[in-house]
């Protein structure tokens, strides 16, 4: 047995500074064929930066790389990935909006050329897509730009798993199952598990314990640029595995939560709205001060309804009714929410420009005190408010983005998917946050992917092809439910 | 050294170092006689390209595709319409002025009109726009041939001490539009939209309204530059125009301004406009035939952009 044959990757005390930031501290991490590793931490511990050096995208200050047996330190790159079947699923994703899915497939394959190399590659792509995600319902010939986030997730996967003339030996993983619903994301869990148990290797990258806890051979455990923790992951538990993060945040169930005292009758109506296709079983309605939540299959018709709102707020139309100025906390970072060219706290304020006039002008100083104080209250991690937003990991990112909608002056914050590559600390305090402004008096709308997050909700609303099926108050909910209101049409 | 660094980082700079070079070789060569006469020159042809430039810069930085190309026939319809009305005379200044005015802000509200109704690229919605504004122009300025009034012509030729008023104006001007840019709610706005024009919408920002603002306000200042410039070439003609299609895109890209949008300067302009001028004055003074000067012309640009426009690349 020699080391060519069962080790893919070892990596030996990798560093990698970015000016003051070390976002890797001299990390030795190893990945042996037919073996799924779980990797978790915090946001900025790291994950997404170790990831990129072995993607061959970013070459390390410092440390020896070893790729299935042969020392690669120096020379390692994106072809020498490519060499040695190393694939990267990224958190941010790679696709190119204007090509078609069969065409996206193609660029991962040089050698497929000559006549029919579209067909060819649709081919490829159809019959991977087919085999983890049964029922995708995704053709090769889509635009990729006119799919959604959760669909082109799927398409990026896929793509990562097809093979050609190089054979396939390590697929890196990062948060795939955070633009994917319930049902999806174990799809492509069991998946991952069939692809390992006939050799391949694979680095999930989540923050959904529960997956990292039931798929992965090992885990290994990430904190300011370090490996911490590397065990099986039988020999940790849900709460072994959050103190290995470091967390300070008691872990409590939020399903025990109690439900919160709004009464419904007394709350005046802030919104109400019905989706396009007139099915609904009910109107969409939320009082002021409820969060109410948005459930279903990811992109069911929920950003949907919550675009339909923003726009009648903001056009002042009459296609939903809606009291009081709203805010948007996006999901697709990328697309719909960061400024790639401002610094942080300028994304946090751009909502926020009108409230910050001070005798006509912009004043610098609210501007950076807002910064200040959101980078306290949501715990940004960031040497300075003024960096750029790029520089921070995804996850602080869309704590920024949260800054931004609840520093603004919106009395109703919608919010579609927020929560993609937030670490469970974050997550946690964030909920806490959301249920304090609720208190005050705000409306949260909350589209989410995520089943446990529905519990903080006060009534959730369950979509399918794009219409309310069903609506459950915060008594009625449970998984069960949710899940037999998605699937009714099919089943 | 640090101060090297932090003034690199500053696109603008490089556009104030090109012209500094060209006016100093002109200058070498001459032996320095009249390169303080240069300046005054450049400085008043630069006027009217700054003008414009900032209109564009504006239209440029709100993203990919927006451009107006409808510049230099605004500037002969706006001049065309304002030496007729006049008529050479003083009294009827503020009338003139007026009418200018109003022709910018029709072309501004139809050219937004074809992008936003008609959803028509910027880049050919303002081409054939300006053919329709040119048309309009010779049919209404036949046969053109009056003089400015005394005054208009007084104040866009004066100069105190070599420098032209005109030029102390707009570099007031230029002052005022920066902050407009970097300090108000629309400037920010124009920078976010730049940067991607949906995550600016569902940022609360009312994004066709900026648009809208940044079109009009594109063909006010162009009108303003065909008031201004008919006053100091003594007569509006219908091809005046024609030399700022080029320069006021040409002037903000050397500035510094992202042709990819959300990144806009305005000192720039400045430097690029003096810049453009004194270039082609180094090369007339080195004894350069036309098309060597247009040659010349056309790859010192290239190279200035390619120095200049050293962005970290966009991903």
């Known amino acids: ?491 | 050294m640090s101060v090297i660094r932090v003034l690199s980082g500053r696109a603008w700079v490089w556009s104030f170092l090109g012209m500094f070079l060209v006016w100093l070789v002109t200058a070498v060569y001459t032996g320095g006689k009249g390169s303080a006469d240069v300046i005054t020159a450049a400085l008043s042809f630069a006027t009217f390209t700054v003008i414009v430039g900032i209109g564009q810069m504006f239209v440029i930085t709100t993203g990919p595709g927006n451009v107006d190309l409808s510049i230099p026939s605004t500037i002969a319809l706006s001049g065309a319409v304002a030496m007729k009305l006049m008529g050479s005379s003083n009294d009827m200044l503020a009338i003139g002025l007026a009418a200018s005015l109003g022709c910018g802000l029709a072309v501004g509200i139809f050219n937004y009109l074809l992008i936003r109704v008609l959803r028509i690229p910027p880049i050919i919605a303002t081409l054939s726009s300006s053919f329709l504004i040119l048309s309009t122009a010779i049919a209404y300025g036949r046969g053109l041939k009056i003089k400015p009034p005394p005054m208009l012509a007084e104040f866009t030729t004066a100069q105190v001490g070599g420098v032209p008023i005109l030029a102390i104006v707009i570099i007031l001007f230029a002052i005022l539009m920066s902050v407009v840019l970097n300090r108000t709610v629309y400037g920010r706005s124009v920078l976010a939209i730049g940067q991607n024009m949906r995550a600016a919408w569902l940022a609360g920002i009312n994004v066709e309204r900026i648009r809208f603002m940044t079109y009009v306000l594109s063909a006010l200042l162009a009108a303003i530059c065909g008031f201004l410039l008919s006053g100091f070439s003594g007569g509006a003609s219908l091809n005046m125009g024609q030399e700022y299609l080029l320069a006021s895109i040409a002037v903000v890209v050397i500035g510094g301004t992202s042709v990819a949008g959300g990144k806009a300067n305005v000192p720039g302009i400045w430097g690029a406009a003096m810049f453009m001028f004194l270039l082609v004055t180094m090369l007339n003074t080195l004894g350069a035939s036309a098309g060597i000067r247009l040659i010349m012309t056309g790859l010192i640009i290239v190279a200035v952009i390619t120095i200049a426009g050293g962005d970290e690349p966009q991903r």
Not at chain 1, 134 to 146: L, S, T, Y
Not at chain 1, 177 to 185: G, Q
């Open chain 1, 1 to 491: 047995m020699t080391a060519s044959d069962t080790n893919i990757v070892t990596l030996e005390n990798v560093a990698k500074h970015f000016g003051a930031v070390r976002a890797l501290d001299g990390v030795d991490l190893k990945v042996d064929a037919g073996e799924c590793l779980g990797l978790v931490g915090h946001n900025g511990a790291g994950k997404s930066t170790l990831m990129h050096v072995l993607a061959g995208t970013l070459s390390p200050g410092a440390g020896s790389m070893g790729i299935r047996g042969h020392d690669l330190t120096g020379s390692y790159n994106v072809t020498a990935a490519g060499e040695n079947g190393i694939r990267c699923v990224f958190q941010e994703l790679s696709l190119c909006p204007n090509l078609t899915v069969a065409e996206n497939a193609r660029i991962f394959h040089p050698s497929l050329t000559g006549w029919g190399w579209k067909r060819r590659a649709g081919a490829m792509i159809r019959d991977k897509l087919d085999e983890i995600f049964p029922g995708h319902g995704i053709h090769a010939d889509d635009v990729v730009g006119d799919l959604s986030i959760g669909k082109r997730q799927m398409v990026e996967i896929a793509r990562a798993f097809t093979t050609t003339d190089t054979p396939l030996h390590l697929v890196i993983l990062d948060e795939p199952t955070s633009s994917l619903d319930a049902h999806t994301s174990k799809q492509l869990l069991d998946f991952v598990r069939k692809a390992v148990g006939e050799g391949q290797s694979c680095i999930l990258i989540s923050h959904v314990l529960g997956e990292i806890l039931t798929y992965s051979d090992r885990i290994v455990v990430m904190k300011d640029g370090l490996v911490v923790a590397s065990r099986a992951g039988s020999d940790f538990t849900r709460d072994t595995l959050v103190a290995a993060m470091g967390n300070v945040v008691e872990m409590e169930e939020i399903k025990e939560r109690e439900a919160r005292d709004v009464n419904r009758d007394h709350a005046p109506l802030v919104i109400e709205a019905r989706s396009d296709t007139g099915q609904d079983s009910v109107p969409f309605v939320a009082h002021k001060g409820e969060i109410v939540g948005l459930a279903g299959l990811a992109s069911h018709g929920q950003t949907a309804m919550l675009l339909k709102i923003y726009d009648a707020a903001m056009r002042g139309r009459n296609t939903a009714t809606v009291s009081g100025p709203v805010a948007l906390v996006a999901g697709d970072r990328q697309t719909d929410g960061v400024f790639h060219l401002w610094s942080i706290a300028r994304n946090i304020g751009v909502r926020s420009l009108r409230n910050m006039v001070r005798n006509g002008l912009i004043d610098p100083a609210a501007e950076a005190e807002m910064g200040r104080e959101w980078q306290e209250r949501i715990k940004i991690k960031a040497p300075d408010m003024n960096d750029n937003i790029l520089s921070l990991s995804g996850g602080n990112q869309q704590k920024a983005l949260f800054a931004r909608a609840l520093a603004s002056d919106a009395e109703i914050i919608l919010m579609d998917d927020p929560m993609r590559g937030v670490d469970v600390g974050t997550k946690l305090e964030v909920y806490d946050l959301i249920r304090a402004e609720a208190q005050k008096g705000r409306t949260f709308l909350w589209y989410t992917t995520e089943m446990d997050e529905l519990y903080n909700c006060d009534h959730t609303y369950v979509f399918r092809d794009g219409a309310i099926v069903a609506d459950l108050s915060r008594g009625d909910l449970s998984e069960e439910k949710v899940l037999q209101s998605s699937f009714k049409a099919s089943a």
